[in-house]
DNA sequence: AAGTAACCGTTACCTCAAGTAACACTTACC
DNA sequence: GGTAAGTGTTACTTGAGGTAACGGTTACTT
């Protein structure tokens, strides 16, 4: 097992794994903290939620912000674990709206309270330098605006909406979800199902204004042209 | 001019609209003093702004998050000035589809950074106990529910997904809203033209749906069975 | 075996902004 | 003249974020 080559100095390196554990550690610990307290958590707080003292959180996260930042990165990655699958799925075009939306509407329903602290950011008291939640609405509504171009074009339709039609949609299965999560008066599929229902009528609406019969039913990539 | 009954004692009512004018006037110089410093502020900087000293400040309102309220109160009736009459406006669908979304996105687009100060809320160090923006929010979304819920039963329509669509529209016009003022590139018109197409085609969908086939210049109260 | 680079952890402190105490002056009702 | 509201000030307290300074442990390096 002796390294041939030796790299400048392996205690340098030895910690590497330990260190992205230990703030894994303290994020599950943040969020435990939170669902515990409420989302107006000190860092006291959190460091003794972990066991530990308060210089020791500062080891591990230059400040509050970053603690935030790491524990949105994580809910983002939950976020994006489920949406992703849905973004890329395939198939009919109703269906794939409906999975996108129950995707989202899942993961919000299962970590409600990581979900409010993130969004709504009242742990940090200054405003943070990178606003994570708007760069993951907006990496789904480029992801959307892009499907959603494509299969405009797909009916050689103009595509200049696409771009704000996808923020739109993203703004409005978020703000579903909000309106729901918060008195949940209808099941989570009845939900998906009212929404998917509201965006397929848009879009075939849209192409309907074009002159074109499309089908719920179709794949994605319909009626290109075939010639 | 002298009092028949005596009051309890004029010296306490001396100054009621005096203490109104002082606190708008403080609600002013925030607004100022954002714009100039940026939205994280302290109270000191709105004093000076004002011409005045802290305590003063605190004379009038209790706290921070008062002071915040008052502004988002403020930011709340130059929405609701612009959107009420929309709102209530009649005449054809869709019509007052644009009538109403280019009702918000005029206020926004004339006071950019007031809107933002107030939704994103980082003037506030502690969660503030009365969301503002969510009151709005909801305000608007009932106010959406009945009138759609109305359009729909009009049609003898089931109405019960009247309310999550309401809070959808709600949510898709705020983020297209918050994108568009990010990056300007398109006009008001423009956008509010997407949009209002986009939840035409929507409720025109929904009606298909049942059968109906509905006109986009139709009045508000339309084909109400007639027997 | 000695040295050292990385971590473990602590208590006690610093800092800065929100919020308050205490004091002095002005106005106009009683 | 007394007093209830306001005007305003400087100087303080408080609390939470963040740091300094100290000591111990492990395991790589020489």
Partial sequence: MARTVKGPDARRERWKGHREQRRAEFVEATIAAVARKGPDVGMDDVAAEAGVSKPVLYRHFTDKSDLYLAVGQKATELLMDRMGPALVADGPIRGRIAGIVDAYLSVIEENPNLYKFVVKGSFVDRPVEKDLVAEDKNLIATTLARILGDYLRSFDMDSGGAEPWAHALVGMVQNAGDWWLDRQTMSRANL?????????????????????QADPGQPLTPLRLVD
Avoid: E, K, N, V
């Avoid at 229902?197 to 879009?203: D, Q």
């Fill in 192 to 212: 998906s199902d009212y929404l998917a229902t509201l965006i397929w009528h848009a879009i075939d609406g849209l192409l309907r204004s074009a002159g074109i």
